[in-house]
Nanobody
Framework: QVQLVESGGGLVQPGGSLRLSCAAS????????MGWYRQAPGKQRELAAT???????NYADSVKGRFTISRDNAENTVSLQMNNLKREDTAVYYC???????????WGQGTQVTVSS
């Protein structure tokens, strides 16, 4: 069973930066798309950013220009650089990996990001 392990969450002031990282327990399990989703208290889980094996990226409008997703295909790791963080970015951030188009078969346990002064 492939496991995804996130790291890098924490408490940061508005305008600050954080970098999230996610590592897969296996290096070759046919992953296509990797991404970051987030869930704020009382809200549904939503897309933050995704990246496919060719490096094509997709961002939620709310994070465009502030977040950058990157990936190491050889290591099956994905990172999310978050700059100019806002209070509304506060959420649990989940790493996800998709093997079959349209499905995310693998999820991390989540890492808390809190933006507060």
């Amino acid at each position: 069973q492939v496991q995804l392990v996130e790291s890098g969450g924490g408490l940061v002031q508005p305008g600050g930066s954080l970098r999230l990282s996610c590592a897969a327990s296996e290096s070759d399990f046919g992953v296509n798309v990797m991404g970051w989703y987030r869930q704020a208290p009382g809200k549904q889980r939503e897309l933050a950013a995704t990246i496919n094996s060719d490096g094509k990226t997709n961002y939620a409008d709310s994070v465009k220009g502030r977040f950058t997703i990157s990936r190491d295909n050889a290591e099956n790791t994905v990172s999310l650089q978050m700059n100019n963080l806002k209070r509304e970015d506060t959420a649990v951030y989940y790493c996800a990996a998709s093997v079959t188009a349209g499905n995310y078969e693998y999820w991390g346990q989540g890492t808390q990001v809190t933006v507060s002064s």
